[in-house]
């Protein structure tokens, strides 16, 4: 007696089936990718060129991120920094305490086109951040 038999020849189609709805209700439909993105207040907005990672030049200067980076596309997909080797993206990212870059997020054109957004720490320090909207006020 067989105790490992294949599943019956009609039920294939059905199983293939039952796999396809369930990844399409899992995510990968394109409605998911689009949700909006909360940014922490710490966030702060500049300009990137990832040179030879780690190294890379935020808003002219050089800098560099951190071991742990966390890099999400504007599909909020994670992506490596080789990727972006050469590229000048709008971007907003965080600064950990040794102050090496922990967290960067690829902005989409609706994201880009929010506006103001604070570019230094003194900025966000001084304006208003309303976490719900995403939006800030200045004084």
Do not use: K
Request: glycine share 6%; proline share 10%.
């Amino acid at each position: 007696m067989l105790r490992c038999a294949p599943p019956d020849a009609r039920l294939r189609p059905r199983l293939a089936m039952a796999a396809l709805v369930v990844c399409v209700l899992c995510g990968a439909a394109p409605a998911a990718a689009q949700q909006p993105r909360n940014f922490p207040a710490t966030a702060l907005r500049g300009e990137i060129v990832v040179q030879q990672p780690p190294e890379l030049l935020l808003n002219g200067r050089p800098a560099r991120l951190s071991p742990g980076v966390r890099i999400r596309g504007e599909n909020n997909l994670m992506l490596v920094s080789g990727a972006l080797a050469n590229q000048r993206l709008l971007v907003h990212y965080t600064v950990d305490l040794s102050g090496l870059i922990g967290e960067i997020w690829v902005l989409t054109a609706a994201e880009r086109a929010r506006q103001p957004w604070p570019t230094t720490r003194e900025q966000a320090a001084a304006w208003a951040f309303d976490p719900v909207a995403q939006t800030w006020t200045r004084p």
